[in-house]
């Protein structure tokens, strides 16, 4: 059983739209990552949130941590072929060690 | 400046023979991590270092998996008798911070592709 569960897996969309991907868990996290990752490559981190509420802005990425710091989201607006990629959550208790979720792999068509 | 490096990049190896693979962390990095990652999913936690001590192994899948870092730097992940299903992608990351704060990043290096025939 995967601690922390991504949603959806897939999702091909045309450049321009936005679309939202969740990172959800039963647990309450210390901090949450979030990383894209792109083929042949490892994992790059986007951003750590650590306070319950929390709202951060990367450009057209936006992250929410949720208030219960179980969950947390990422909302990409007007998508390009760039963005492509495995978007993977990451959660920890500690700061230490890191649980990872199973990922949303994501296609932007031109 | 140069980042994580890890060799070999591509492992082919017989059922039950050793092997052995290599993870150089950016200078100065006091923590170091090694995970497995499945194809197309998120890389799964086997272990980590504070400088050279292992602070938690709880993800070595059995005994034949080991690691460490005798110096505080360069880490070496082990496996003995190795069997079909060891075959995955092993990546090794460093970060900056030993434990404490959030807000730290984990730098992963190109991992090392294992297939064990």
């Known amino acids: 059983t995967q601690l922390l569960e991504q949603s959806p897996q897939f999702l091909s969309i045309q450049e ?5 991907v969740y990172c959800n868990s039963s647990s309450v996290f210390s901090s949450l990552q979030w990383y894209r990752q792109e083929p042949g490559e490892g994992p790059v981190l986007l951003v750590t949130v650590v306070t319950g ?5 990367l450009k057209r990425l936006t992250f929410q941590f949720g208030d219960a710091r179980k969950d947390s989201s990422l909302h990409i607006t007007a998508a390009q072929p760039g963005d492509t990629g ?17 990922g949303t792999k994501l296609n932007v068509k031109p | 400046g140069a980042g994580v490096s890890q060799s070999p990049r591509y492992k082919v190896t017989k059922r039950g ?7 150089d962390p950016i200078s100065g990095h006091v923590s170091l991590y090694w995970y497995r990652q499945a194809l197309g999913q998120g890389p799964e ?5 504070n400088y050279e001590a292992q602070q938690d192994k ?8 080991s690691a460490e870092r005798p110096e505080g730097s360069i880490s070496t992940l082990t496996i003995q008798r190795t069997e079909q299903r060891d075959s995955a992608m092993y990546r090794c990351a460093s970060s900056s911070l030993g434990t404490g704060t959030g807000g ?3 730098y992963f290096g190109p991992g090392t592709r294992l297939t064990v025939t």
């Open chain 2, 45 to 49: 936690f086997l272990t980590y270092f």
């Open chain 1, 86 to 102: 495995l978007y993977l959550c990451a959660g920890s208790y500690n700061f230490n060690k890191f649980y990872f979720g199973s």
């Open chain 2, 17 to 23: 023979q050793d092997v052995a693979l290599r993870c």
């Open chain 1, 53 to 57: 509420g929390e709202v951060k802005k």
């Open chain 2, 58 to 65: 709880s993800g070595l899948p059995n005994d034949r998996f």
């Open chain 2, 104 to 106: 730290w990043e984990q």
């Open chain 1, 16 to 20: 321009g739209e936005n679309l939202t």
